[in-house]
């Protein structure tokens, strides 16, 4: 059951509620290690990556039990015991950052190199530069990290060369248990920091600043869990549903958002000509008129997400006149266009930057998803093309969705698996 098919040509209308975001949820769920406590975590999202983040920190010796289907209760393990390994952490890159929460609660860490993956490089040194600079000796043998600290790891002055979402991650957590003050300076400003920071200190963590370029950590000797706290909601999820009814010509309401983290691709969809409409964790996308093609560079939050931009490229491949995206955080994130070719896109591709020249139409076609959110991009090519695309690798769609065929289908979506 690893394809997706679409019969293309329906506008989807209604409401949908949005999940718990994938990464503020994976970024949790290390986090949690660093407890002594028990965790319960609300609006997890079933997907995946998620699960397969269970089954890395379970083999770790913590206990992870669904009590509803979106509810986790989690018991950290007492004493480290084992590794992450490679045929789990190759699933997941997400895993690097279980690092910096291990050193500080254990005082070592083992964790495969995730390495590289269908959207780029993705080095780590900006994680190692951070974690050394809190007093961790790294090591990389034969494909995994060694990380240990003797004692506890000491704050510090740490300054990231590029905003990285993971580094900030790591550092943060790692900086909770560590001895002193730890301050982050151009960190990165994700709604998924800020979720990550809460967390943090709903567990007694003194984390200031979160949203914002400078993070202060005032390290503490132990945290307690204890609390239930609930994830936030998933802004690529949301901007997905987004992009799908502006696709179709549709009339879609978000229930479960923050309008506020929609805004970067708000913002574009309404100059695109899509009406989107704020109301109370709610988002409307109504889109009535014609679509103006529109540019968009991709950049660190409050910038345009790289996450939302392959579903951007599917939407824009059939808007009049020539719209232009500049890819800046992922080198190889633009594969999709080749997928969308074969459904009658013109696209052309130059380095970090892609060309896209309206058609009148796209035509139904056999496809393959290279990444997660290419997968996302081909379903909405698929909802807008004429006749029956079929999308094999579908697993990487379910690593960040949550029932996707089901709940478009409760838009009104052609879609199913088989
Ligand atoms: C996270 C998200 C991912 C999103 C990305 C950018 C998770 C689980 N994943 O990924 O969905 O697309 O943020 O918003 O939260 N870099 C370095 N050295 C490092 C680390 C990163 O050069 O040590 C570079 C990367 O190659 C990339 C850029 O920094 O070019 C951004 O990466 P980063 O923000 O770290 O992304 P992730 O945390 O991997």
Redesign the pocket.
């Known amino acids: 059951m690893d394809k997706i098919v679409i019969e293309g040509g329906k506008k989807l209308c209604g409401s949908i509620k949005i999940s718990g975001a ?2 503020a949820s ?2 949790v769920l290390c986090a949690s290690i660093l407890s002594s406590g028990e965790i319960l975590l609300e609006n997890v999202p079933d997907i995946s990556d998620v699960r397969v983040m269970i089954e890395i920190i379970t083999g770790f010796g913590a206990v992870a039990e669904w009590e509803t289907p979106d509810t986790l209760r989690i018991v950290p393990p007492k004493t480290v015991n084992g590794k992450a390994p490679f045929h789990l952490v190759k699933k997941l ?2 895993s690097n ?1 279980l690092l910096g929460p291990m050193l500080a609660r254990f005082g070592c860490a083992e964790v495969a190199m995730p390495g590289g993956c269908n ?11 951070g974690l050394a600079g809190l007093g961790a000796g790294l090591s990389l043998e034969r494909g995994y990290v060694y990380c240990s600290v003797p004692g506890r790891l000491k704050g510090a002055r740490i300054y990231l ?7 900030t ?1 790591n550092i943060m957590m790692a900086a909770c248990l560590s001895e002193g003050q730890t301050l982050i300076e151009n960190a ?1 400003k ?1 709604p ?1 920091i800020v979720d990550l920071a809460n967390f943090l200190n709903s567990m007694g963590a003194k984390v200031r600043g979160a949203g914002t370029d400078i993070i202060k950590i005032d390290g503490v000797s132990s945290l307690e869990g204890g609390g239930r706290y609930a994830i936030i909601p998933d802004r ?1 999820e949301a901007g997905t549903f987004m992009v799908t009814a502006a696709a179709t010509g549709g009339d879609v309401t978000l229930e479960n958002v923050i309008p506020i983290h929609m805004e970067p691709l708000s913002a574009k969809l309404r100059e695109a000509n899509v009406d989107v409409i704020e109301g109370e964790g709610t988002l409307r996308v109504r889109a009535g008129g014609n679509l103006r093609a529109i540019d968009i560079k991709t950049m ?2 409050p910038g345009f ?3 939302m931009q392959s579903q951007l490229m599917a939407l824009l491949s059939t808007v009049p006149g020539t719209s232009v995206i500049v890819e800046n ?3 190889n994130r633009f594969m999709v266009a080749d997928e969308l070719k074969r459904l009658g896109a013109k696209i052309k591709v130059e380095g970090r930057v892609a060309v896209i020249e309206g058609v009148p139409s796209l035509h139904g076609a056999q496809v393959k998803a290279t990444d997660l959110r290419a997968g996302a991009a081909l379903i909405v090519a698929g909802l807008m093309a004429n006749g029956k695309t079929e999308i094999c690798n579908a697993a990487f769609i379910d690593r960040g969705y949550h029932k996707l065929e089901e709940r478009l289908r409760s838009l009104g979506a052609s879609i199913w698996r088989k």
């Open positions: 994938k990464n994976l970024a890159r997400a950052l959207i780029g490089v993705r080095p780590m040194d900006l994680h190692f530069k060369d590029f905003p990285s979402v993971g580094a991650e990165a994700e998924e690529i660190p939050y997400p790289t996450d955080i992922f080198e």
